[in-house]
């Protein structure tokens, strides 16, 4: 007998929601952060005279990318080559780990120095290296938070931003050994910077993500506000770049704009403290080995659908996180995700597939008010991708239920209403009819509960009743 597929679904956005909008602290470390980058990011941008003409630039530049991707990515292979990389190409997650793990097996180390890890974190590194032995540190100090607390990730630029700092003295006092340690930020900065500065005067191998890759010139760039990026890639005899292979820019003019885009949209700095650039390798000086891993894992997938990808133009800023007001209440954990928020809402789906049901959950993470697509410094139409992957979802619902699906009160009831709304005097009689059976539920000039599934309304809102005249009714009688 044929055994079934026992794979069980991860949780929905929904059912993590609840637990977490539960969690009042965390609600109140959410909230107090992303206020706070919100307004200064307000500032930065507002000093910018022709900032939307920035993002209409910045939103044209990766839209060339992924019109022309294949020649930059060659462009780019050659470029690193030319300058004495290596470059590795990763169809997914397994094949990425397996040639980042026999690169670091052959340097014989135990330990090895990570920054801006966002997408190791999407192929699961971590885990990969600690199985053949090797121990990843993470050296970012929000990622070294999260994992000495061996918690995951709750934002893309501010990884522990659901901890405050009375929570993150107590964790430090414990794993780092500090009997006495106050909570100011620069005490708590200190304790990390003796902490890590041990382990990047030994290490032997460097892993780096990237925010850029020049295909002109096989440049990577790491920008950061802390100096952890700067030690991790030019310390260590050996670096390794894991990088998704839609960070293209395709010249080192480029950053002129992205430059200043990316600051300000996500630590509200005009620039950040450290910008590192570097171009294969310089004999006598930093990493005598460069290693260059091009990560698909989905990503031609993406590109492939016209309105997913502009998807892949994000520049990993996370201003939509700051400003969406799903995220400030539920954080990043609901999305069980490495990418959490509006962007992550569109871009896990993407690259998962929707076969998942917690995955398919996350387009519906969202109250499609349109915040996050106003401060994308690159112009993504975050609401377009997300009711277009709605639209995916329901279609393969539809696939998979046959007639079963067609019978789904959901369904049913918008079969109604497309029907009712393509024709007026159908409108309009549905109008009539529902100002009769308003009656019902109609109390004191408002309807405070209605029956079934029009009960979701309700449950957390009072709607006005239809009035005893309408708009084209008025309209008509003027002339009688």
Known sequence: MKKKNSKKSSPTFQESAK???????????????????RDKRKQAVDEMPDWEDLREAGSNIKQRVMRHMDKYLLQLEESVQQAGGVVHWAKDAKEAN????????????????????????????NKALADE?????????????????????????????????????????????????????????????????????????????????????????VVESEGN??????????LITVMGIEKLIPTWRDFEVFMQLLPRSATAERMNPYNSFWTGVTQGDGPQEFHLVLLDNGRTNVLADEVGRQTLNCIRCSACLNVCPVYERTGGHAYNSVYPGPIGAILTPQLKGLKDDGVASLPYASSLCGACYEVCPVKINIPEVLVHLRGKIVDEKKRKGGFKAKLDEEHIGMKLMARTFKKRSRYERAQRWAR?????????????????????????????????????????????
């Open 19 to 37: 637990a977490y909008l539960e969690n009042t602290q965390l609600r109140r470390n959410i909230g107090h952060a992303t206020h706070t980058i």
């Open 436 to 480: 009769v059976g308003q009656g019902l539920f109609e109390k004191n000039g408002t309807i405070s509960k209605l029956p079934g599934e029009l009960s979701g309304w309700t449950a957390m809102r009072d709607i006005k009743p239809i009035p005893d005249q309408t708009f084209r009714e008025w309209w008509r009688s003027r002339d009688e």
């Open 133 to 221: 032995g090797v121990q990843a540190l993470e050296t970012d100090l929000a990622e070294l938070i999260v994992q000495l607390a061996e918690d995951e990730p709750s934002h893309i630029l501010v990884p522990a931003i659901h901890k405050n700092r009375a929570e993150i003295r107590e964790l430090f006092k414990k794993k780092l050994e500090k009997a006495e340690l106050s909570d100011r930020p620069e005490d708590l900065a200190e304790a990390a910077r003796l902490y890590l500065r041990k382990k990047f005067l030994s290490a032997k191998v460097g892993i780096s993500g990237g925010n850029f890759a020049v295909a002109e010139t096989g440049t990577i760039s």
């Open 98 to 125: 397996r040639i980042i793990v026999d690169l670091v097996k052959e340097q014989q180390v135990e330990e090895v120095v990570k920054v801006k890890s966002i997408t190791t974190d999407e192929i699961k590194l």
């Open 229 to 238: 990026g700067r030690m991790c890639t030019t310390l260590p005899d050996t």
